[in-house]
């Protein structure tokens, strides 16, 4: 017996070379890319500006600070206001009687509580006055006092020098 290879059984045609196209070895395996001049031509937008409505800036707080002549259909008393800011001190005389209140004022309105004891009995109420001129106010005053109930009065009030 001559020489036998094993090789020679399983012996099949020769492989052909792999030959590969233009596009590379497979589609698999192309890169992801950008294509730069179309960058270049159409940039991305630029950041727009907020076209929000903005608001101006608030008008001062008007000024209620002094001495005041108050006046209604009930009698007459005075005020005395402290003004800080937007903050009032209310020193309200009405009747014989002192009312202190606080409050505050938004533009040419001013807003106060009444918490006051008069002869033994808890007075709340609120007083919402305008200036209706430099030295000139218009507005009302509301209280409530136990056993006699609501009581709304229309107010004027003048400014002393």
């Given amino acids: 017996m001559g020489l036998f290879s094993l090789n ?4 099949s045609q020769p492989r ?4 590969y196209s233009s596009f590379g070895a497979s589609l698999d395996q192309c890169e992801s890319r950008t294509l730069l001049s179309g960058v270049a031509i159409y940039p991305q937008p630029a950041a727009s500006v907020s076209t929000e409505d903005v608001s101006t800036a608030a008008a001062p707080p008007g000024d209620f600070s002094g001495q005041w002549d108050i006046n209604t259909t009930e009698g007459s008393g005075t005020a005395i206001i402290m003004q800080d800011g937007n903050k009032l001190q209310i020193a309200l005389n009405f009747g014989g009687f002192d009312l202190p209140a606080s409050g505050k004022v938004k533009g040419d309105t001013a807003k106060g509580k009444i918490k006051a004891t008069v002869m033994g009995l808890k007075v709340k109420g609120k007083v919402v006055s305008t200036l209706t001129g430099a030295n000139s106010m218009a507005g009302t005053a509301s209280v409530k006092v136990p056993g006699i109930g609501k009581l709304s009065i229309d107010l004027q009030g003048v400014r002393i020098p």
Avoid: D, T
Wanted: hydrophobic content about 25%; aromatic content about 12%; overall charge positive.
């Fill in 16 to 19: 052909r070379a792999r030959r």
């Fill in 8 to 11: 020679s059984l399983y012996r």
